[in-house]
């Protein structure tokens, strides 16, 4: 795959996932880029700033463009199965724009989430998240799968509560017990969770809008009830 963007690609060197890079410059910019790309016997050739312009097709690559090994991607029986059980999950179903799958996985990343679980179809590729997630795409647990209801049915046979995130839920901050081993699972930017997958949630929670708009970009509820959960987790800590 291609991943373009300096923290991106410096995120991909740190994870080992760096096969060649293309710089339009050897500036200060792409300094660490370079001195990373020494140390792991990494290529670094300089191109025409437009070669990067037509791989990328014209996105803000910032004059570094990398080809990379795709992420290893877990099955959900291998994050189940691992040596430390996961206490913290999200659940995606049917994230389609890049920039809010991005920026979740940043979210994750940051927050310690012990992995993300994503559709398959009618979803944004991995492939055009690489910069938006600021380099999280190389060190997030990821799991695909075809079925996102059949998968929440796993997550519960293995003791792990669902909440789904939806405008009409519950409120999240009255009696929701987020340091339970939780996957909070969110919708579609347009549609919200599909029924099917609402229904089983074990329940449905809502952030509170106490100003004039009805909803926040799920990219920003990802980031609100991960950090509750983070919040309530540190407060039993103490």
């Not at 710089?23 to 050739?45: H, I, M, N, Q, Y």
């Not at 929701?176 to 919200?192: H, I, K, M, S, Y």
């Not at 809008?209 to 103490?238: D, F, H, K, P, T």
Request: hydrophobic residues 45%; proline residues 3%; aromatic residues 2%.
């Amino acid at each position: 795959m291609i991943i373009y963007g300096v923290n991106a690609v410096i995120e991909g060197l740190r994870a080992g996932r760096v096969r060649a890079i293309r710089l339009a410059s050897f500036s200060d910019k792409t300094a660490e880029v370079r001195r990373l790309a020494a140390e792991a016997g990494v290529s670094v050739t300089r191109v025409p700033l437009a070669a990067l312009d037509r791989t990328t097709s014209g996105r803000n690559h910032q004059g570094v463009v990398a080809d990379a090994t795709a992420p290893a991607l877990l099955t959900l029986e291998e994050l189940l199965g691992l040596a430390e059980a996961p206490k913290l999950l999200l659940v995606l179903d049917g994230i389609e724009d890049p920039q809010n799958l991005g920026t979740i996985l940043r979210v994750a990343d940051a927050a310690g989430v012990d992995g993300v679980i994503r559709q398959t179809r009618r979803a944004a590729s991995l492939g055009s998240v690489a910069k938006t997630s600021a380099g999280a795409l190389a060190h997030v647990r990821l799991v695909s799968v075809v079925n996102i209801a059949r998968a929440l049915t796993q997550l519960q046979s293995a003791g792990i509560w669902t909440v789904g995130l939806e405008a009409d839920g519950d409120p999240l901050y009255e009696n929701f017990d987020l340091t339970l081993p939780t996957a909070l699972v969110l919708g579609n930017e347009g549609r919200g969770l599909r029924r099917l997958v609402r229904d089983r949630c074990d329940r449905v929670a809502s952030i509170p809008m106490l100003g004039c708009v009805n909803s926040l970009n799920v990219a920003v509820a990802a980031g609100v009830s991960v950090y509750e959960a983070v919040r309530q987790r540190r407060s039993v800590q103490r």
